[in-house]
């Protein structure tokens, strides 16, 4: 028992180490391909001289130490922030570094010896590919069962089961659900990563038996306030989850007023600074998209003409912000004659008609031509939408346009969702898509309109790329 007490207790540190070995040596490969790939250009280099530049890394991660993006804490080991949050971190944390290592260079009067340019470039580059590389050492992680952290839940009610369901298929937290805690389920109750281990008073002697320093507590309110005191004797990190939504997270810090506890709230959407960014960085993604593809929207053009009678552009009638009604074009992937063969097919199927009713859509549409079906999985017949962008009808990134008859849906989330522009891709695409409840549409909708932030349209454009090259999801 004392071998795997030392085991568990181990497992929150290997995972920092991996994190913190995965970007030391991502920092230093890519300023090696960058130095590699400048000297077959002519420059003068010796990777010899990658010895000379040990104060990135270095920066880099003593500035990821302070942002907490090794699980929290380099020692005690826990959530520490969300991927949206750490990748603005480690952001920042590679401009500080390289920052710190132009300053040594220039200092040290060693500058000479570099490009100027290849550093910036390398910067880049570890802005953008820093992330995915801590993404793959995740997954390896996962695979292997190496470095997870055990947690307990108490409450295995609606909300418990929903994190427990959410932790078993996350890959980024690392938390791995020992057990579950209730004093209403019995043990023979099959939850989502395990089943109940005893009631919520026998919380702290199983923890102790087990070496669990994590809980995770999804009970009420006031059923908490009587057992926290004791919990905080023992657990190293409690994480609260509300059983239902108290108010947006993702930029919402705790402050200390004046001996209060109190939560403040940042409401992005109300910054015009932040509001101006996101329409510059948008119009220039379109421009530069609309130029660069313009070939494969001909050669696209030319197969969806020839694969079928009808036109090539489809405009979809949807809504826009406040309502108002648009047309998203969409390269044609149905039959001409789409909308007698649905009437036909939900007339002579009940299960397809109540498929339809529930989704606004089909998993086996028999409408779409088989180009349409390739054009679907690829996302490629989304490609026109960055021409809605120029014309100001859509962002990049948002949350996905309905049609009128979708309003019901939302109720009186409506008002909010109506506020921003719908989008090419969205927070819901990159967590499913098809593959979600139109519910879980919904809540993931008013989730990226209530935490929205330029660093969350970062997070879903990097796994917008990972959804399209993987093709998952897409119908």
């Given at each position: 028992m004392e071998k795997d007490q030392i085991t568990v207790r181990n497992q929150g540190r290997l995972r920092v180490w991996c994190l913190l070995v995965t970007d030391v040596l991502a920092l230093y490969g890519i300023l090696t391909v960058v130095?590699?790939?400048?000297?077959?250009?002519?420059?003068?280099?010796?990777?010899?001289?990658?010895?000379?530049?040990?104060?990135?890394?270095?920066?880099?991660?003593?500035?990821?130490?302070?942002?907490?993006?090794?699980?929290?804490?380099?020692?005690?080991?826990?959530?520490?922030?969300?991927?949206?949050?750490?990748?603005?971190?480690?952001?920042?944390?590679?401009?500080?570094?390289?920052?710190?290592?132009?300053?040594?260079?220039?200092?040290?009067?060693?500058?000479?010896?570099?490009?100027?340019?290849?550093?910036?470039?390398?910067?880049?580059?570890?802005?953008?590919?820093?992330?995915?590389?801590?993404?793959?050492?995740?997954?390896?992680?996962?695979?292997?069962?190496?470095?997870?952290?055990?947690?307990?839940?108490?409450?295995?009610?609606?909300?418990g089961r929903r994190v427990g369901e959410e932790l078993k298929r996350d890959r980024f937290y690392g938390f791995q659900v020992v057990g579950y805690l209730d004093d209403n389920v019995g043990s023979d109750v099959e939850l989502p990563g395990g089943r109940v281990i005893g009631k919520t008073a026998d919380c702290l002697d199983l923890a102790k038996k087990m070496d669990i320093n994590y809980l995770v507590v999804t009970l009420p309110l006031l059923q908490i306030g009587a057992s926290l005191d004791s919990w905080l004797e023992y657990f190293r990190h409690i994480l609260i989850v509300p059983a239902n939504r108290v108010f947006p997270i993702l930029w919402t810090k705790p402050l200390d007023l004046c001996g209060l506890g109190s939560m403040e709230i940042g409401n992005h959407l109300k910054r015009p600074l932040d509001r101006w960014t996101k329409l510059l960085f948008e119009c220039v993604i379109a421009t530069l998209a609309v130029i660069f593809l313009f070939p494969l929207f001909i050669v696209l053009a030319i197969l969806v003409k020839c694969s079928s009678p009808g036109s090539v552009i489809y405009r979809a009638k949807r809504l826009g912000v406040n309502g108002k009604p648009i047309e998203v074009w969409k390269f044609r992937t149905m039959y001409k004659d789409a909308d007698e063969r649905l009437a036909k097919i939900l007339a002579e199927n009940p299960e397809l008609k109540k498929e339809w009713d529930e989704n606004f859509k089909l998993k086996n549409d028999p409408r779409v031509t088989p180009l349409g079906k390739i054009m679907r999985k690829t996302s490629l017949d989304e490609l026109p939408q960055f021409v809605n962008v120029l014309r100001g009808e859509m962002a990049v990134i948002g949350p996905r346009p309905i049609v009128e008859k979708e309003v019901a849906y939302y109720g009186p989330h409506y008002e909010v969702f109506s506020r921003v522009k719908p989008g090419i891709t969205g927070f819901w695409q990159v967590s499913g898509r098809s593959d979600t409840t139109y519910e879980r549409r919904i809540e993931l909708d008013m989730y990226y309109i209530n935490n929205w932030t330029i660093w969350l349209d970062y997070y879903i454009f990097l796994k917008t790329i990972k959804e399209v090259l993987i093709c998952r999801g897409a119908e």
């Open positions: 130095l590699c790939v400048y000297k077959q250009f002519g420059g003068d280099y010796s990777l010899a001289i990658l010895t000379d530049l040990w104060p990135l890394p270095a920066a880099v991660v003593v500035c990821n130490l302070f942002a907490r993006v090794y699980c929290g804490s380099f020692l005690y080991p826990g959530g520490g922030c969300g991927p949206v949050d750490e990748l603005r971190r480690l952001t920042l944390s590679v401009i500080c570094g390289y920052g710190i290592l132009f300053a040594y260079l220039s200092l040290t009067r060693s500058s000479e010896h570099y490009t100027r340019l290849g550093l910036v470039f390398s910067m880049g580059l570890s802005v953008l590919l820093l992330p995915i590389f801590r993404y793959w050492t995740r997954i390896l992680l996962d695979r292997f069962h190496l470095g997870m952290i055990p947690v307990l839940i108490a409450g295995a009610g609606k909300t």
